[in-house]
């Protein structure tokens, strides 16, 4: 049996028709099509992101590594202790030590204010914390470079002469090898020796010879001519040059990258 199916002007069968029988292409058919494809889409399986108790503590095991990269290989921060550098650094200042220029073949050279582990008797020994979290704390934030060092056994001088080279004060004049050391850094009110004449002193092959720039107020090599080394600090215990106070922000300063 004919079924006579309805036409449009020019003769062509209607869409509606068309779509109720499933006729490809039809307007019907597009819009199931694209709501089955939504649905597909939409049951998809998808990335969860991690909890919070998870991201947290991987988050904060990431920032350790990159402090701990930073302290080795970059820079570590030192807390001034004393007056000895005054006016150049104040105690309580914190100092930005450039660990990277020992490692790629910087060597320190007169002029450069300088970090250095005591070489021995020139700090007394330092207070140990009695409680044992706090103590454990501050010696994991101390390991990664986030405080200063734990044991604080670390002195800043300025480097006057390094090895091979002859030191001597006289009156108000320190001479390296024979020349006259001008010294503008020094502290107001104070002259070269600070009344403290000595030398002439060789300093040994690989040690460098260091003063404070508050020179009245400095326990440095001049003090310690009859220690180890005659005064003279092992290149090796020199953590690297200062290169900037980093705190407190009134009194922000960059030496560059060598102390200079």
């Given at each position: 049996?004919?079924?006579n199916l309805p036409e449009t002007p020019s003769g062509a069968p209607s869409d509606s028709a068309s ?236 030496f560059g990258w060598t102390g200079r």
């Open positions: 049996m004919a079924v779509n109720a029988h499933g006729v490809p292409g039809g307007r019907a058919e597009a819009r199931r099509q694209a709501r089955g494809s939504r649905g597909r889409q939409a049951r998809r399986p998808g990335r969860r992101p991690a909890p919070w108790w998870i991201e947290l503590p991987v988050m904060a095991a990431i920032g350790l590594v990159v402090a701990l990269l930073i302290k080795t290989c970059l820079f570590q921060v030192f807390t001034i202790p004393s007056g000895s550098m005054e006016n150049t650094l104040r105690i309580g200042d914190r100092v930005g030590v450039n660990k990277l220029a020992p490692l790629t073949g910087w060597e320190p050279e007169p002029g450069q204010p300088v970090v250095f582990k005591d070489p021995g008797g020139w700090l007394p020994p330092q207070p140990t914390d009695p409680n044992p979290f706090t103590n454990a704390v501050s010696s994991a934030l101390s390991f990664v470079g986030l405080v200063p060092p734990k044991d604080d056994n670390y002195l800043v001088k300025r480097v006057i002469a390094t090895g091979g080279q002859t030191v001597q004060c006289e009156g108000t004049t320190l001479t390296v090898d024979g020349r006259k050391v001008d010294e503008p850094y020094l502290h107001p009110g104070d002259d070269s020796c600070a009344g403290l004449d000595f030398g002439p002193v060789k300093v040994p092959s690989g040690y460098v010879w260091v003063e404070g720039d508050h020179r009245s107020d400095s326990s440095d090599s001049r003090y310690h001519r009859y220690g180890p080394g005659g005064g003279a600090v092992p290149v090796d215990n020199v953590v690297g040059p200062v290169s900037a106070v980093v705190w407190p922000l009134n009194h922000l300063d960059w």
